[in-house]
């Protein structure tokens, strides 16, 4: 006897006695008594009942021979799906407490889920009337009810494209897999090298193309996109004989176009999650950081869906797969928390009560798809050792402010309310920590390591930045506030340093997609401030020196129309110039930058006003700026940190 009705009774919903053919389809002459085909868990089911019939346990038996950790609990998978767990993790997690203390990744039809409890588990039996039907929610026991998705008409209105046929050429395809293993995998570890060489192979290949996915057309657009992104034009121009721009576009409309075919709002594979993190990646500073923040809400909760979560040894999953999950739910923490920054917001998941563990500080081949145990830990810095100091910054500041403060905020620098005794520890624990674990093994003829020595030291002197701000805004001792300021701008200066070796060191060039996007706009103005301000020779001298750097070493500076704080910087630049003038008895030589900067700041204006730019000379359009500053220059000259608007730096947008 079939276990499930035939299809003629499945689609009037009528009792079947599943015989062949049925009593049912005999009456109706018409209909053909058709069974449908036995899923793997039937099958499996079948074969429990003869192991049973045999006299054995087909849990004990599969356990004995698995000869593995990951075991099945509660009922077969015939009843339940595939239930893994780690009987020790489960043990750990009941006696430790916090979390669900028995998580499940349940398997159906060749997908994971997961559920928080194995409790949830119990609706997914079949009883004999179950049987009696075949719709979507026989056939998948993980859905209740057989709704359409949302915006699901939004994907499907628009004409197909072949992306097959959309590929790039197997020699530029080359050239942008090589770009993103130089240049962008490195620093957005998701994947092991070893993983990546199949969907490698194929793409060098036209014919067979048409064999991917649409999760894994997804990934290999994002990572082709990510490249792109990570070119200069010239570049672009020598290796793809194409301008960035075209290319760029190009790329992000087959990559969105792959993405929108993979049902975003239900993910059920771990490829579309990395295609997405790519994704984002290589749309900072380009894509809208309201969109970029919607969107990684959305990742977010279909990877909580997928348990990513949630640590690996406590689902029963094998070392590899523990370690991917954990680099792709680290990474999305990573970029969670600095979109977060950018939108003046505090990130909700950071102190939420998660429990995926940090990566492990390994090489890809350090660990493989059979392994049963995790590997050790290398000491030193490896090729994952960027991603990792990121991480561990993040999950430094998770640990300490959930027991000190019991939470995270963005504003916990400037936070009166916090004793800045404790905000002064935090940032010489955090320095001594990554002295620790990063900086003291830094190669300074390596790239990666060379980044993480600059950035962890920027990041230190951005902290102390933020800490001493309040105490300057708001000091009335003027001997304290002296003091303060004075220690303010050397931090500040140092911060600038900073970005200026970012941009200016040939060892890290092929990472400056990444390094000129964080800018230290808070840095700038507080250099700004005390460039119209100070009276000692020495110390301006310094400031302008270093201004003049940073304009010849951050070309994005100049891009006036690209954002608001660029022009407004420029502005007060040619201010700050003119109110050191003002305070001198004898006229300085303008330096070369400001100049430079007056002409632009003009047309700039003139292309806001509509207008179309003359070909007038330099000095002609810096002397009309001059006289259109004149009425301002008064209430300028006196620029403070209580006269700026730091909502207005702050925001990338």
Same mark, same amino acid.
């Given at each position: 006897?079939?276990?499930?009705?035939?299809?003629?009774?499945?689609?009037?919903?009528?009792?079947?006695?599943?015989?062949?053919p049925?009593?049912?389809?005999?009456r109706?002459?018409?209909?053909?008594?058709t069974?449908p085909?036995p899923?793997?868990?039937?099958?499996?089911?079948?074969?429990?009942a003869?192991?049973?019939?045999l &006299?054995?346990?087909?849990?004990?038996d599969?356990?004995?021979?698995?000869?593995?950790k990951r075991?099945?609990?509660g009922?077969?998978?015939?009843?339940s &799906?595939?239930?893994?767990?780690?009987?020790?993790?489960? $043990?750990?997690?009941?006696?430790?407490?916090?979390?669900?203390?028995?998580?499940?990744?349940?398997?159906e039809?060749?997908?994971?889920?997961?559920?928080?409890?194995?409790?949830w588990q119990?609706?997914?039996?079949?009883?004999?009337?179950d049987?009696?039907?075949?719709?979507?929610a026989?056939?998948?026991?993980?859905?209740?009810?057989n709704?359409?998705?949302?915006?699901?008409a939004?994907?499907?209105?628009?004409?197909?494209?072949?992306?097959?046929?959309?590929?790039p050429?197997?020699?530029?395809?080359?050239t942008?897999?090589?770009?993103f293993?130089?240049?962008?995998?490195?620093?957005v570890r998701?994947s092991?090298?070893?993983a990546?060489?199949?969907?490698h192979?194929?793409?060098?290949?036209?014919?067979?193309?048409k064999?991917l996915?649409?999760?894994?057309?997804?990934?290999?657009f994002s990572?082709?996109?990510?490249?792109?992104?990570?070119?200069s034009?010239?570049? !672009?121009?020598r290796e793809?004989?194409q301008?960035?721009?075209?290319?760029?576009?190009?790329?992000?409309i087959?990559?969105?176009? #792959?993405?929108?075919?993979?049902?975003?709002? !239900?993910?059920?594979d771990?490829?579309?999650?990395k295609a997405?993190?790519?994704?984002?990646?290589?749309g900072?500073?380009?894509?809208s $950081?309201?969109?970029?923040?919607s969107?990684m809400?959305?990742?977010?909760?279909?990877?909580e869906?997928?348990?990513?979560?949630?640590?690996?040894t406590?689902?029963?999953?094998s070392p #590899?797969e523990t370690e991917?999950?954990?680099r792709?739910?680290?990474?999305?923490?990573?970029?969670?928390?600095?979109?977060?920054i950018?939108?003046?917001?505090t990130?909700?998941?950071?102190?939420?009560?998660?429990?995926?563990?940090?990566?492990?500080?390994?090489?890809d081949?350090d660990i493989?798809?059979?392994?049963?145990?995790?590997?050790?830990?290398?000491?030193g810095?490896?090729?994952?050792?960027?991603?990792?100091y990121?991480?561990w910054v993040?999950?430094y500041?998770?640990?300490?402010?959930?027991k000190?403060?019991?939470?995270f905020?963005?504003?916990?620098?400037?936070?009166k309310?916090?004793?800045?005794?404790?905000?002064g520890?935090?940032?010489s624990?955090?320095?001594?920590?990554?002295?620790k674990?990063?900086i003291?093994?830094?190669?300074?003829?390596?790239?990666?390591?060379?980044i993480?020595?600059?950035?962890?030291r920027a990041?230190?002197?951005?902290?102390r930045?933020?800490?001493?701000?309040?105490?300057?805004?708001?000091?009335?001792?003027?001997?304290?506030?002296?003091?303060?300021?004075d220690t303010?701008?050397?931090?500040?200066?140092?911060?600038?340093?900073?970005n200026? #070796?970012f941009l200016s060191?040939p060892l890290?060039?092929?990472?400056?997609?990444?390094?000129?996007?964080?800018?230290?706009?808070?840095a700038?103005?507080?250099?700004?401030?005390?460039a119209?301000?100070?009276?000692e020779?020495?110390?301006?001298?310094r400031?302008?020196?270093?201004?003049?750097d940073?304009y010849s070493?951050?070309?994005t500076?100049?891009?006036?129309?690209?954002?608001r704080r660029?022009?407004?910087?420029?502005?007060?630049?040619?201010t700050?110039?003119?109110?050191?003038?003002?305070?001198l008895?004898?006229?300085?030589q303008?330096p070369?930058?400001?100049?430079?900067?007056e002409?632009?700041?003009?047309?700039?204006?003139l292309?806001?006003q509509?207008?179309?730019?003359?070909q007038?000379?330099?000095?002609?359009?810096?002397?009309?700026?001059?006289?259109?500053?004149?009425?301002?220059m008064?209430?300028?000259f006196?620029?403070?940190?209580?006269?700026?608007?730091?909502?207005?730096?702050s925001?990338?947008?």
């Amino acid at each position: 006897m079939r276990d499930q009705a035939c299809e003629p009774c499945a689609r009037r919903k009528v009792r079947c006695d599943r015989e062949e053919p049925c009593s049912n389809c005999k009456r109706r002459k018409h209909d053909r008594c058709t069974y449908p085909e036995p899923s793997p868990f039937d099958r499996i089911r079948r074969l429990e009942a003869l192991v049973q019939s045999l &006299g054995g346990d087909p849990e004990n038996d599969t356990q004995h021979h698995a000869g593995s950790k990951r075991t099945r609990t509660g009922r077969s998978p015939a009843q339940s &799906g595939t239930i893994l767990q780690s009987n020790d993790e489960k $043990t750990a997690s009941v006696e430790k407490g916090g979390r669900s203390k028995d998580p499940v990744i349940a398997e159906e039809n060749g997908q994971q889920f997961y559920l928080e409890s194995r409790a949830w588990q119990d609706w997914l039996g079949h009883g004999e009337d179950d049987q009696a039907n075949t719709d979507t929610a026989a056939k998948n026991p993980f859905l209740t009810r057989n709704h359409p998705n949302a915006f699901q008409a939004m994907f499907s209105s628009r004409d197909p494209i072949d992306l097959a046929s959309r590929c790039p050429s197997p020699q530029d395809a080359t050239t942008l897999w090589n770009v993103f293993n130089q240049r962008v995998n490195p620093v957005v570890r998701i994947s092991f090298s070893w993983a990546l060489k199949p969907l490698h192979s194929i793409s060098m290949h036209p014919e067979h193309q048409k064999q991917l996915t649409d999760a894994e057309h997804a990934f290999i657009f994002s990572m082709y996109l990510s490249s792109a992104v990570s070119l200069s034009d010239e570049e !672009c121009q020598r290796e793809l004989h194409q301008p960035r721009s075209y290319i760029i576009s190009e790329l992000q409309i087959l990559c969105e176009e #792959a993405l929108s075919r993979t049902n975003l709002f !239900c993910m059920t594979d771990i490829t579309v999650l990395k295609a997405l993190t790519i994704y984002m990646a290589a749309g900072i500073d380009r894509l809208s $950081t309201q969109s970029l923040w919607s969107l990684m809400g959305l990742v977010i909760r279909n990877a909580e869906k997928l348990g990513i979560h949630r640590d690996g040894t406590l689902l029963g999953l094998s070392p #590899a797969e523990t370690e991917e999950r954990r680099r792709l739910w680290w990474q999305l923490q990573h970029m969670d928390l600095a979109l977060a920054i950018w939108s003046g917001l505090t990130p909700l998941t950071l102190m939420a009560d998660w429990d995926a563990k940090l990566p492990l500080n390994i090489e890809d081949d350090d660990i493989t798809p059979s392994m049963k145990d995790l590997p050790k830990e290398r000491k030193g810095l490896t090729s994952m050792s960027y991603c990792l100091y990121t991480y561990w910054v993040l999950d430094y500041q998770r640990r300490f402010f959930s027991k000190t403060n019991g939470r995270f905020e963005l504003s916990w620098q400037t936070n009166k309310s916090l004793p800045y005794q404790m905000k002064g520890d935090f940032v010489s624990q955090l320095e001594d920590g990554l002295n620790k674990n990063f900086i003291q093994f830094c190669d300074p003829i390596k790239p990666l390591d060379t980044i993480i020595s600059i950035s962890a030291r920027a990041l230190i002197c951005g902290f102390r930045q933020r800490i001493l701000h309040p105490i300057v805004y708001d000091s009335n001792d003027d001997s304290a506030s002296e003091e303060h300021r004075d220690t303010l701008l050397s931090s500040c200066l140092q911060s600038l340093e900073y970005n200026i #070796a970012f941009l200016s060191s040939p060892l890290i060039k092929h990472f400056h997609w990444l390094t000129s996007r964080f800018f230290t706009w808070y840095a700038f103005m507080g250099v700004l401030v005390e460039a119209s301000r100070q009276h000692e020779t020495a110390k301006t001298n310094r400031i302008w020196g270093l201004l003049s750097d940073l304009y010849s070493t951050n070309s994005t500076l100049w891009e006036l129309s690209e954002d608001r704080r660029k022009a407004q910087a420029a502005e007060l630049v040619i201010t700050a110039w003119k109110a050191r003038q003002n305070k001198l008895d004898h006229q300085l030589q303008k330096p070369d930058f400001v100049a430079n900067l007056e002409t632009r700041l003009a047309e700039h204006r003139l292309l806001l006003q509509g207008g179309a730019v003359k070909q007038e000379t330099n000095e002609s359009v810096a002397t009309s700026h001059s006289v259109l500053l004149g009425e301002e220059m008064d209430a300028l000259f006196n620029i403070d940190f209580q006269d700026i608007d730091w909502s207005f730096w702050s925001g990338i947008d």
